[in-house]
Structures are given as structure tokens and as C-alpha cells.
């Protein structure tokens, strides 16, 4: 908050989270990083189609890394939100009930599971609630959308501390944490079991 109007140029993003095969198909070869890091956090057997973990935000962005390799980029936080949303204002998108739209604390087995598996927000985007936090290109900064520069075209906090925006809840979340609006950070090479990405094409 600040609730606000956000102008943003157009952008495709991923319908899923990147899963564990995806990342896998990426990063093979690459020279300092594993292309199968996960966890495979919970009981649940490793799958394929589950989210990509352990996965930090300089791994990411690393010189060959998947960003490099794939020519795509984190989302901002405020394309994360308006692809999260979906035109919606309430906390939830799609029926706006979270156990409809995402695996958390209260369904989840405490246990990641396989993208697609809940249902689809009204954009067509998939765990877009829960399941794993997802990396944002932002700073954190705990104020930015209070500021005039939120209140541009394509805002992006480049400053304000030394953290980096992941957003969407997780499978060890409550209801709370997988708003559409709530926001959380971490310093930029964590990895956790409960931390993957989904990245955008911006268009011209």
C-alpha cells in the first residue's frame, strides 16, 4: 500500500512456476551450478512438474545463468501483482477462495506439489497463491509504494535496503502470506525449499 494505479508496458509471463525438468533442461552443463538444486521439499515423491527450489536470486541472475540462457528476466513486483490479481481487488484471485486457487499451510501436506494442479486465475496463470514464493526483480524497500516513483510507468524499487522482493505465500504459509498484495524479502542469495521463480518476456 499505498493502494494505487500502476502503468506498466506489455509483458508475457510464465503460466507456471518454473518446474524442477524445466530448470533441469536450462542449466545443464553450467559450470558452478547444479541444474537439479531442489529440495524436493515434504513427503511428497520428487516430480518432474513440481516448482524449481533452492534456487537464489544471483543464481539467477549469474553470467550464464537461466536468465542469461533463456533471455527472460524476474518480474517486477508490481507485473507480479497485476499478473496475480488478474483484475480482481479482492486477496484471492480466480474464485477468490485460496484452497481453489493455491497450496498452503491449511491443504498442502506441508509439501510442494506439481504446477497447474489448482485452479487457473482469470489471466490463465497457475499457483500464483502459495506453493513457492517467487523471485521479484525489485529491492525491497518497505516504503516504495508510498513514493512518487511508485506512481511512474514500470515502477521498480532499485533501492532501500539490501533484500530482494519474492511474493505469493508458500506451502508453509497461512492464509495472510499468500495475498495478492503481501510482500516479503530476502537477502538475495538465499536459497530455501520454499523459494522458486517465474519469469517474463517483456514485449515491445
Same mark, same amino acid.
Given at each position: !500500500?499505498?493502494?494505487?494505479?500502476?502503468?506498466?508496458?506489455?509483458?508475457?509471463?510464465? +503460466?507456471?512456476? %518454473?518446474?524442477?525438468?524445466?530448470?533441469?533442461?536450462?542449466?545443464?552443463? *553450467?559450470? $558452478?551450478? &547444479?541444474?537439479?538444486?531442489?529440495?524436493?521439499? /515434504?513427503?511428497?515423491?520428487?516430480?518432474?512438474?513440481?516448482?524449481?527450489?533452492?534456487?537464489?536470486?544471483?543464481?539467477? *541472475?549469474?553470467?550464464?545463468?537461466?536468465?542469461?540462457? $533463456? /533471455?527472460?528476466?524476474?518480474? &517486477?513486483?508490481?507485473?507480479?501483482?497485476?499478473?496475480?490479481r488478474a483484475g480482481t481487488s479482492g486477496p484471492y484471485a /480466480?474464485?477468490?477462495?485460496?484452497?481453489?486457487?493455491?497450496?498452503?499451510?491449511?491443504?498442502? !501436506?506441508? $509439501?510442494?506439489?506439481? %504446477?497447474?494442479? +489448482?485452479? =487457473?486465475?482469470?489471466?490463465?496463470?497457475?499457483?500464483?497463491?502459495?506453493?513457492?514464493?517467487?523471485?521479484? +526483480?525489485?529491492?525491497?524497500?518497505?516504503?516504495?509504494?508510498? +513514493?512518487?516513483?511508485?506512481?511512474?510507468?514500470?515502477?521498480?524499487?532499485?533501492?532501500?535496503?539490501?533484500?530482494?522482493?519474492?511474493? !505469493?505465500?508458500?506451502?508453509?504459509?497461512? $492464509?495472510?502470506?499468500?495475498?495478492? =498484495?503481501?510482500?516479503?524479502?530476502?537477502?538475495?542469495? *538465499?536459497?530455501?525449499?520454499?523459494?522458486?521463480?517465474?519469469?517474463?518476456?517483456?514485449?515491445?
Amino acid at each position: !500500500g499505498p493502494v494505487h494505479t500502476v502503468s506498466l508496458s506489455p509483458f508475457l509471463i510464465a +503460466k507456471y512456476e %518454473v518446474t524442477q525438468l524445466e530448470y533441469e533442461l536450462v542449466m545443464t552443463g *553450467h559450470a $558452478t551450478l &547444479s541444474a537439479n538444486p531442489s529440495d524436493n521439499l /515434504g513427503p511428497a515423491p520428487a516430480s518432474d512438474p513440481r516448482p524449481v527450489e533452492y534456487v537464489s536470486w544471483d543464481d539467477l *541472475h549469474l553470467d550464464d545463468g537461466f536468465l542469461e540462457r $533463456t /533471455g527472460l528476466v524476474l518480474p &517486477s513486483e508490481a507485473q507480479w501483482e497485476y499478473a496475480c490479481r488478474a483484475g480482481t481487488s479482492g486477496p484471492y484471485a /480466480g474464485t477468490g477462495v485460496l484452497a481453489d486457487m493455491g497450496w498452503w499451510q491449511g491443504n498442502s !501436506g506441508i $509439501t510442494t506439489h506439481d %504446477v497447474g494442479g +489448482k485452479q =487457473a486465475n482469470q489471466f490463465g496463470l497457475h499457483d500464483m497463491h502459495g506453493n513457492v514464493w517467487e523471485w521479484c +526483480k525489485d529491492v525491497y524497500d518497505p516504503t516504495f509504494y508510498g +513514493k512518487s516513483e511508485a506512481l511512474l510507468p514500470n515502477p521498480l524499487a532499485t533501492a532501500g535496503s539490501v533484500l530482494r522482493v519474492n511474493r !505469493g505465500g508458500d506451502v508453509y504459509r497461512f $492464509t495472510p502470506h499468500c495475498r495478492s =498484495a503481501h510482500r516479503a524479502a530476502d537477502v538475495p542469495v *538465499h536459497r530455501d525449499d520454499d523459494i522458486g521463480f517465474r519469469p517474463i518476456l517483456p514485449l515491445p
